[in-house]
């Protein structure tokens, strides 16, 4: 069975704060991508990272790809309300492309 | 626009009663893929579509399902008898080939009474 682990599943936190969202897998993915999701809509992609250790930045968003591609993680610098809404994490295979999602973090971000 | 548009965006009907769900992805797209969405969840795949073939239809949950593909463009999701269990947002994404980015549609809400 191909999983990946997402947390934390819920996230409340204040204006200003930090926080870390995880995704985790037994298996070793070809590429992984985060996206964002707001009610009512389809998910949005935000990046995609390739490279085993590779870092990428989208303004206060930093998401890194773990060594072995097995795992990923999407961090937010001082979250403010406009980035309250489901983020997801998907991994994808050499096999045409099909993503395996992760179950979601529900990130709320109070002023 | 030029996304990825599907219809009708919200479907009620009585269990048992056959649904078709319709997907046109972006213009040039040659990979299509479905989704399904329950409730505070993730995705989870159906099958994908390169040009008008599904050479992955490993996500079908039953025979009740069913996807075909014309044109290499318009895609119908076809759900025959339907299920409360089948109660879901049914989401379609494109890609220009396969292991591009997907572009996600807004998805069809369905709601088995």
């Known amino acids: 069975t191909q999983l990946l682990e997402q947390s934390p599943q819920f996230l409340s936190i204040q204006e200003g704060e930090n926080l870390t969202v995880y995704c985790n897998s037994s298996s070793v993915f070809s590429s992984l991508q985060w996206y964002r999701q707001e009610p009512g809509e389809g998910p949005v992609l935000l990046v995609t990272?390739?490279?085993?250790?590779e870092v990428k930045k989208l303004k206060r968003l930093t998401f890194q790809f773990g060594d072995a591609r097995k795992d990923s993680s999407l961090h937010i610098t001082a979250a403010q309300p406009g980035d309250t809404g489901l983020y997801l994490c998907?991994?994808?295979?050499?096999?045409?492309?099909?993503?395996?999602f992760g179950q979601g973090t529900e990130l709320s971000v109070k002023p | 626009g030029a996304g990825v548009s599907q219809s009708p965006s919200n479907k009620v009907t009585e269990k048992g009663k056959d649904v078709e769900l319709r997907c046109d992805p972006i213009?040039?797209?040659?990979?299509l893929y479905w989704y399904r969405q329950r409730l505070g969840q993730g995705l989870e795949f159906l099958i994908y579509f390169q040009g008008n073939s599904a050479p992955d239809k490993s996500g079908l949950p039953s025979d009740r399902f069913s996807a075909e593909r014309t044109g290499e463009s318009v895609s119908t999701l076809t759900i025959q008898r339907t299920q409360q269990e089948d109660s879901a947002v049914y989401l379609c994404?494109?890609?220009?080939?396969?292991?591009?980015?997907?572009?996600f549609g807004d998805g069809t809400r369905l709601s088995i009474l």
């Open positions: 990272v390739v490279t085993g250790g």
């Open positions: 998907a991994g994808a295979y050499n096999q045409g492309g099909k993503l395996i």
């Open positions: 213009s040039g797209h040659t990979a």
């Open positions: 994404a494109s890609s220009y080939s396969n292991n591009q980015p997907q572009h």
